[in-house]
């Protein structure tokens, strides 16, 4: 079974810039995660899919992040412009979604940002 | 709220037994346990469910007090492998939503 892919892996930018990170669950996982991970630090969630509707997004910040997911399968998350503070690695995860409601998730290896 | 993890780093030979704590100051639905090493995605451990039983595989279990809202994962007869942060992800809402931990470090030396 395949697991969850994100692209790209590293990307370094400026700050003010753009960046745009893509996933891919794993098939047949409704729910989607994207996770903010600063260095020495757990995983923070920035918004929760089901299928293509936003579950959570209570911070995300909105003034400059967008993430959709149009078709409920793979998803982008955006930043736009990017601030210093934004230098991070971000995770995406996908689980089923169950009767318990609460189920494993499956991550992806993450793309480690640097804004310069 | 953020669930507090202890300790905050811990260093074992090869053989010995660990205790990584998991407290939050919110009722919980479930606690999820994940295992990450450096510069790789987090490996999930194991979930605990309210009402649920003790988990455990091979040399790892942890358990969940409902009432203290507390959970704790055993690590016994540690190997090599079992090097890395362990996070605990606590959900409140039952719908998935982890909150996780600041992460606990821990190194096995031979």
């Known amino acids: 079974e395949a697991g969850v892919a994100q692209s790209p892996r590293y990307k370094i930018i400026e700050k003010r810039q753009s960046v745009a990170f893509w996933c891919n669950p794993i098939?047949?996982?409704?729910?989607l995660y994207w996770y903010q991970q600063i260095l020495g630090q757990g995983p923070k969630l920035l918004i929760q899919f089901q299928n293509n509707g936003v579950v959570d997004d209570s911070q995300l910040p909105k003034d400059r992040f967008s993430a959709e997911r149009l078709k409920g399968v793979d998803s982008t998350l955006k930043i736009q412009p990017a601030k210093l503070e934004d230098s991070a690695v971000y995770l995406c995860a996908s689980s089923w979604t169950g009767t318990s409601g609460s189920n494993e998730q499956f991550f992806g290896p993450g793309t480690r940002l640097t804004v310069l | 709220q953020q669930p507090v993890q202890s300790p905050q780093a811990v260093i074992l030979r090869e053989g010995e037994d660990a205790v990584i704590n998991c407290s939050s100051s919110?009722?919980?639905?479930?606690v999820h346990w994940y295992r990450q090493k450096h510069g790789e995605a987090p490996v999930f451990l194991m979930i605990?469910?309210?009402?649920?039983e003790q988990k455990g595989h091979d040399k790892i279990s942890a358990s969940f007090n409902e009432k203290k809202q507390q959970s704790s994962l055993y690590l016994t007869a540690s190997q090599l492998s079992y090097s890395g942060t362990y996070f605990c992800g606590t959900d409140s809402s039952q719908g998935g939503k982890l909150i996780f931990g600041q992460g606990t470090e821990l190194s096995v030396k031979p």
């Open positions: 098939s047949g996982h409704a729910t």
């Open positions: 919110k009722a919980l639905y479930s």
């Open positions: 605990l469910l309210k009402g649920g």
